[in-house]
């Protein structure tokens, strides 16, 4: 764990604490109530093993373990916010305080150690900066200098910052200041931007927008358009009466002080919660939870919600709560934290049960603690007169038993650090890794130094990705950077950088683009890829990962989201990602990248880098002006190479950008010769002569949008234009208009020819406010018609043909809510195509009609809830040269609970239910006079029910049984059907200390072969007391099929136990885990064996500077037949002593 820097430590502080008692500086608050945070702030944050608390009596830490309070000493302000970043705490109050979370050694800042202001009031990290919003202006935190930068001009009072992207933006009374990371310059926002002024209370930060709340609008900013929007209110909720708003994930909850609202973000069609009624009668305070289960902080105490099962807890003074009066809630590993008065309350979800209090009125004042030579947590160090020595880091012996034989090993670990006057020399040495010993060192100096950076050290798998020669080329190597010039406040910077690399290329970067086939497995060029590295986008527009399946190991691509199989050839998808060499794969290479800044406006870098095989160098520079809210940029570029195999090449390009008012334009120009190359093969792999030119014209205004394109790209294969015209436009919330179109011309060997496409649409919301006349709670349309003409050369039987494909499309999607227990979800998509190939009989037709219909209705009945969804589709293909291809697809869905009111009350979570669940498919698919027939069904049927203390669930029948018949052109047919049952039962038993869960699995598999499996599992937890848990566990197979059974039954007897407070706050755990095994199979295998494995733990920790650690582990295996076993035990020792 760090703070800031591995080895950096601020000194601005250090020498100037401002000591206010706890009672003064509450006093101080609550005499300036207009300073109090308006914000849901955060209190409580996890991090070393803790729960750390903000309080108005300061900062207090709680072990989960041990269950106890403790008190972060040198804490001495009432803390408003708590924050954690990389490992290091930051303390939002009357100024800030930081420090490492596992060390301490607690910093402070103030008004007169670099912020503009005493009192906070918000603070985000990003790009390498700590940025912060005071009373009295904004600063940001370099952790390299050490020091505070106040933003030029930015001196109000600001109640909220967000980072979004290249832009910091701070809200404030009245005003909103952006500034720009890119160009160090900020800027302050007014209505020609397309925002509505008024006093801002805080920002709210949503997947892609960024929300700023207003006293009478909410102004919101898309990271995506970089466009503004505005909108009046929130599902009728007057932007000053908003209290909060949480976002869970998929919905949006708006919190006053009379009323729950929520929607599904995007649409921002708010609607009363659904079980409004539940919470008549409570004052909700704050909202907290996520996946279907919420926690509602109100003064009769906290309000569980669990919505998938519709049923509700009070957790109040009857069973434990020692103040029903909340005022906050929060949830931290299974614990949720309650702040009342002058207290904390902790409930256990997982022991249902009360943890110790915090009683803030019964801690006493904090002690003070002063400048001290000793080897304390941060290790061995000390100094005086501004200086600081420090050396921090860790010895292990370890040795290792296998049977007889051992093998000892040693790991060092040393993190030497100096600093005198703000400047820091420090310095790294690891030799955990056998096979490479890392190492490093590195000088920072301050901002007048002319020396401001010196690193060197070798790295493993980090990653270059400034270099137009490299691309995002990931290496491992030697790495060394110096950089030389002082560095004047946020403007006018003069620096001169040299880095240089040695070393060998580890993943090179590429791209892969494919045109939509529908809802198949799409394969990548390569496989093994760098985890972490990909991103797809669908025609230029970058999807979230929850919307495919990436396999790094095979490279396959898979689409998860509802409409992926409309994707078409009309649909471009591009995969940009790293994927890893062979070990013998990699190219050694040196090389470096000089960088010369001129302030601001001029900038410029040379890089070279070579190989035994390949030398290229590039040239590139930067050139920006502007001034009164205009931004102007030109960047040319120059490259050369020269290789072994393709001679010598050039490549230039040169940008430009634009800005002023509301109208924007951009474009560049790219030049490639045949005989280029790169080391990344990314950036040549089209290969050959290639130009491309592209520029965009833009006006922005308010709710309305207009861009023009155009884009020139030429190559070996051809010359390609393409024109766009794109147009926005939004009415508050309840209207947004678009339309889009595009024209793709290619000349040459392409085959793609010409493409003409046109798309508009439109969403229209009505909310109760406007249909209180019929009664509706939300009434919604959205639509959106494709029309797109592709002509190209498409290869049929051999011979190249010209081919037209004309497409139709128009997709119709319907909200509506006739009251607040009914809601319906119809859409509606169709799809033609007509497909005019030269020299056919008759031209091709493909259709899809496909309808989706969700809903469900609350209380149709007392106490009854019905959920339903059905699916529909039908295609029909009829295609040139004999192929056919007709394919039917229903899917209906039904669920229903029954809630017993009275039960309700007594047993809050009581309920039952049934699903129903059927699909069938039938298709024809072929060519000429082969073709197959395909049809079948599946469903599931299931039972459930249960409370909060037992829960049954029971599906009877999960069944799918489908019949394939393939015909050849002779007449000759055959086919296969393939059967298969499955039913499985959960039992869940839950009592004070302890739970039970049983789960029971049956398959049945009929196909060439009959195969019965039966899978029970049986787990028993028990906690005797804090510290101490015991496991039991069953798991078992029973195989039958017609070539042999198998038999298979593993128990398992884990327990755990730790011992605290042991020798000066050390402490022990003892871990085990117990397993035989039976297994027993026959048919041509025949085994039968008999195993036993057991797993030991032991950890002791002495002060948290010596840590001893035994790992056992044991495994024998009888084999029955044989009569003969096996055994093998490991053993491993290791003595640690950290400093």
């Known amino acids: 764990m760090r703070l800031l820097n591995p080895n950096i430590r601020a000194y601005a502080s250090r020498t100037v604490i401002i000591s206010l008692s706890a009672l003064f500086a509450i006093c101080l608050i609550n005499c300036l109530p207009a300073l109090a945070l308006e914000r849901k702030s955060e209190w409580t944050v996890s991090a070393a093993g803790y729960i750390w608390c903000g309080t108005e009596a300061g900062l207090f830490q709680f072990d989960a373990v041990e269950e106890t309070w403790s008190r972060a000493q040198a804490v001495d302000i009432p803390v408003e916010e708590v924050k954690l970043w990389d490992g290091s705490l930051w303390l939002g109050g009357i100024g800030v305080m930081t420090a490492d979370s596992e060390l301490g050694d607690w910093l402070r800042f103030t008004s007169s150690t670099g912020l503009p202001g005493d009192h906070?009031?918000?603070?985000?990290?990003?790009?390498?900066?700590?940025?912060?919003?005071?009373?009295?202006?904004?600063?940001?935190?370099?952790?390299?200098?050490?020091?505070?930068?106040?933003?030029?001009?930015?001196?109000?009072?600001?109640?909220?910052?967000?980072?979004?992207?290249?832009?910091?933006?701070?809200?404030?009374?009245?005003?909103?200041?952006?500034?720009?990371?890119?160009?160090?310059?900020?800027?302050?926002?007014?209505?020609?931007?397309?925002?509505?002024?008024?006093?801002?209370?805080?920002?709210?930060?949503?997947?892609?927008?960024?929300?700023?709340?207003?006293?009478?609008?909410?102004?919101?900013?898309?990271?995506?358009?970089?466009?503004?929007?505005?909108?009046?209110?929130?599902?009728?909720?007057?932007?000053?009466?908003?209290?909060?708003?949480?976002?869970?994930?998929?919905?949006?909850?708006?919190?006053?002080?009379?009323?729950?609202?929520?929607?599904?973000?995007?649409?921002?069609?708010?609607?009363?919660?659904?079980?409004?009624?539940?919470?008549?009668?409570?004052?909700?305070?704050?909202?907290?939870?996520?996946?279907?289960?919420?926690?509602?902080?109100?003064?009769?105490?906290?309000?569980?919600?669990?919505?998938?099962?519709?049923?509700?807890?009070?957790?109040?003074?009857?069973?434990?709560?020692?103040?029903?009066?909340?005022?906050?809630?929060?949830?931290?590993?299974?614990?949720?934290?309650?702040?009342?008065?002058?207290?904390?309350?902790?409930?256990?979800?997982?022991?249902?049960?009360?943890?110790?209090?915090?009683?803030?009125?019964?801690?006493?004042?904090?002690?003070?603690?002063?400048?001290?030579?000793?080897?304390?947590?941060?290790?061995?160090?000390?100094?005086?007169?501004?200086?600081?020595?420090?050396?921090?880091?860790?010895?292990?012996?370890?040795?290792?038993?296998?049977?007889?034989?051992?093998?000892?090993?040693?790991?060092?670990?040393?993190?030497?650090?100096?600093?005198?006057?703000?400047?820091?020399?420090?310095?790294?040495?690891?030799?955990?890794?056998?096979?490479?010993?890392?190492?490093?060192?590195?000088?920072?100096?301050?901002?007048?130094?002319?020396?401001?950076?010196?690193?060197?050290?070798?790295?493993?798998?980090?990653?270059?990705?400034?270099?137009?020669?490299?691309?995002?080329?990931?290496?491992?190597?030697?790495?060394?950077?110096?950089?030389?010039?002082?560095?004047?406040?946020?403007?006018?910077?003069?620096?001169?950088?040299?880095?240089?690399?040695?070393?060998?290329?580890?993943?090179?970067?590429?791209?892969?683009?494919?045109?939509?086939?529908?809802?198949?497995?799409?394969?990548?060029?390569?496989?093994?890829?760098?985890?972490?590295?990909?991103?797809?986008?669908?025609?230029?527009?970058?999807?979230?990962?929850?919307?495919?399946?990436?396999?790094?190991?095979?490279?396959?691509?898979?689409?998860?989201?509802?409409?992926?199989?409309?994707?078409?050839?009309?649909?471009?998808?591009?995969?940009?990602?790293?994927?890893?060499?062979?070990?013998?794969?990699?190219?050694?290479?040196?090389?470096?990248?000089?960088?010369?800044?001129?302030?601001?406006?001029?900038?410029?870098?040379?890089?070279?880098?070579?190989?035994?095989?390949?030398?290229?160098?590039?040239?590139?520079?930067?050139?920006?002006?502007?001034?009164?809210?205009?931004?102007?940029?030109?960047?040319?570029?120059?490259?050369?190479?020269?290789?072994?195999?393709?001679?010598?090449?050039?490549?230039?390009?040169?940008?430009?950008?634009?800005?002023?008012?509301?109208?924007?334009?951009?474009?560049?120009?790219?030049?490639?010769?045949?005989?280029?190359?790169?080391?990344?093969?990314?950036?040549?792999?089209?290969?050959?002569?290639?130009?491309?030119?592209?520029?965009?014209?833009?006006?922005?205004?308010?709710?309305?949008?207009?861009?023009?394109?155009?884009?020139?790209?030429?190559?070996e294969y051809g010359e390609e234009n393409t024109y766009k015209v794109k147009g926005f436009y939004s009415q508050s919330s309840n209207l947004s208009l678009f339309t889009k179109a595009a024209v793709r011309i290619a000349d040459g060997d392409s085959l793609q020819r010409g493409h003409r496409e046109m798309n508009f649409g439109g969403n229209f919301i009505l909310d109760d406010n406007a249909l209180n006349i019929l009664n509706f709670r939300r009434f919604e349309i959205y639509s959106e018609m494709k029309l797109s003409a592709t002509d190209r050369e498409y290869p049929l039987n051999q011979d190249s043909a010209q081919t037209q494909i004309d497409t139709r499309s128009l997709y119709l999607r319907m909200m509506c809510s006739p009251s607040g227990k009914v809601n319906l979800t119809p859409e509606l998509r169709l799809i033609d195509k007509i497909r005019a190939v030269d020299g056919a009989d008759s031209d091709p037709f493909i259709g899809k009609t496909m309808f989706r219909g969700t809903g469900n209705v609350l209380d149709a009945l007392p106490g009854v809830r019905h959920y339903f969804r059905w699916n529909g589709e039908y295609n029909r293909d009829k295609f040139a040269f004999g192929k056919r291809d007709v394919y039917l697809y229903k899917e209906g869905y039904f669920s229903t609970e029954f809630l017993p009111g009275r039960w309700r009350e007594e047993f809050s979570s009581f309920n039952f239910g049934l699903t129903f669940y059927r699909s069938e498919r039938d298709s024809l698919k072929g060519v000429n006079d082969d073709f197959t027939e395909l049809w079948g069904e599946e469903g599931e049927y299931s039972f459930f029910t249960g409370s909060d203390i037992l829960r049954v669930t029971v599906f009877p029948a999960a069944d799918w049984e489908f019949t394939e018949v393939m015909t050849s052109s002779e007449g000759e047919s055959w086919g296969i059907t393939s059967r298969r049952f499955q039913s499985q039962s959960t039992v869940w038993w839950k009592g004070d200390n302890s739970q039970v869960a049983a789960r029971f699995y049956y398959t049945l598999d009929r196909a060439l072969a009959q195969t019965v499996t039966y899978n029970p599992n049986i787990e028993w937890h028990y906690r005797w007391s804090k510290g101490f848990l015991t496991r039991f566990s069953m798991a078992g197979t029973y195989k039958d099929e017609e070539s042999g059974d198998e038999i298979y039954i593993a128990p398992s007897v884990y327990f755990d136990r730790y011992f605290g407070n042991f020798l000066r706050n050390g402490a022990i755990q003892l871990r085990n885990d117990f397993r035989p095994s039976y297994r027993k199979t026959t048919g041509i295998y025949k085994i039968?064996?008999?195993?036993?494995?057991?797993?030991?733990?032991?950890?002791?920790?002495?002060?948290?500077?010596?840590?001893?650690?035994?790992?056992?582990?044991?495994?024998?295996?009888?084999?029955?037949?044989?009569?003969?076993?096996?055994?093998?035990?490991?053993?491993?020792?290791?003595?640690?002593?950290?400093?």
């Open 120 to 715: 906070y009031r918000a603070l985000e990290f990003g790009d390498e900066y700590y940025w912060i919003a005071t009373d009295s202006g904004a600063a940001r935190y370099d952790p390299i200098l050490e020091e505070w930068e106040r933003l030029s001009g930015a001196d109000i009072q600001f109640n909220d910052l967000a980072v979004a992207g290249r832009y910091v933006f701070f809200a404030g009374d009245g005003q909103i200041y952006r500034f720009d990371r890119e160009y160090e310059n900020g800027v302050f926002l007014d209505s020609t931007d397309g925002i509505s002024g008024g006093r801002y209370r805080w920002i709210e930060e949503l997947p892609g927008e960024l929300w700023f709340i207003g006293e009478e609008a909410i102004d919101i900013y898309s990271t995506d358009s970089r466009s503004w929007t505005s909108i009046p209110s929130a599902g009728g909720c007057s932007p000053g009466e908003i209290e909060q708003i949480f976002n869970d994930g998929d919905r949006l909850w708006i919190l006053t002080d009379d009323e729950v609202k929520w929607c599904y973000w995007r649409g921002r069609d708010f609607q009363p919660f659904p079980r409004e009624d539940r919470l008549a009668g409570y004052r909700i305070r704050e909202i907290a939870g996520s996946g279907g289960v919420y926690y509602f902080a109100t003064d009769r105490g906290l309000l569980i919600y669990y919505e998938n099962e519709e049923k509700w807890e009070l957790i109040d003074q009857s069973i434990g709560l020692e103040n029903n009066d909340l005022m906050r809630a929060a949830v931290v590993s299974q614990l949720v934290f309650l702040r009342s008065n002058q207290m904390v309350q902790i409930y256990s979800l997982s022991a249902r049960r009360f943890l110790p209090s915090l009683i803030l009125k019964d801690m006493g004042a904090v002690s003070k603690s002063g400048r001290r030579w000793s080897w304390d947590q941060r290790g061995l160090g000390g100094g005086a007169a501004g200086g600081d020595v420090r050396l921090k880091g860790n010895y292990s012996y370890i040795r290792q038993w296998e049977e007889a034989d051992f093998l000892d090993r040693h790991r060092t670990q040393l993190y030497p650090a100096g600093k005198f006057s703000g400047r820091q020399a420090s310095g790294f040495y690891d030799n955990t890794d056998l096979d490479k010993i890392i190492y490093g060192a590195s000088f920072r100096g301050l901002r007048e130094d002319n020396l401001r950076r010196a690193e060197y050290g070798n790295r493993v798998n980090y990653t270059l990705n400034n270099s137009r020669l490299l691309g995002e080329t990931t290496v491992e190597g030697v790495q060394s950077v110096i950089e030389f010039g002082s560095r004047s406040p946020l403007r006018g910077r003069r620096a001169f950088k040299l880095e240089g690399t040695y070393g060998t290329t580890a993943a090179y970067s590429a791209s892969d683009i494919f045109f939509g086939q529908g809802d198949i497995l799409y394969a990548l060029s390569h496989g093994d890829l760098l985890p972490g590295s990909a991103k797809v986008f669908i025609n230029g527009e970058e999807i979230p990962r929850t919307d495919y399946i990436l396999s790094n190991i095979t490279g396959t691509l898979n689409f998860a989201f509802p409409g992926s199989e409309l994707l078409d050839e009309n649909d471009k998808i591009q995969v940009d990602y790293q994927y890893l060499l062979p070990e013998e794969g990699g190219i050694e290479f040196a090389g470096g990248d000089l960088t010369l800044s001129q302030g601001d406006n001029f900038n410029e870098s040379f890089s070279y880098y070579a190989t035994d095989t390949l030398n290229a160098g590039r040239l590139a520079g930067e050139i920006r002006c502007g001034s009164g809210g205009s931004d102007f940029r030109f960047i040319p570029e120059a490259a050369f190479s020269r290789s072994d195999t393709s001679g010598e090449g050039i490549s230039g390009r040169g940008r430009f950008y634009g800005k002023t008012g509301n109208w924007l334009l951009s474009g560049g120009h790219l030049f490639r010769d045949a005989e280029f190359n790169s080391f990344d093969p990314a950036l040549t792999e089209f290969g050959g002569l290639r130009r491309e030119t592209a520029a965009q014209l833009g006006y922005e205004a308010g709710g309305f949008a207009a861009y023009a394109d155009y884009s020139f790209q030429a190559g």
């Open 1088 to 1139: 039968r064996q008999a195993g036993l494995a057991n797993a030991l733990n032991i950890d002791i920790k002495l002060s948290g500077k010596f840590i001893f650690r035994l790992i056992s582990s044991y495994e024998y295996t009888f084999d029955l037949e044989a009569e003969e076993g096996d055994s093998n035990l490991e053993t491993e020792v290791r003595a640690t002593v950290k400093f």
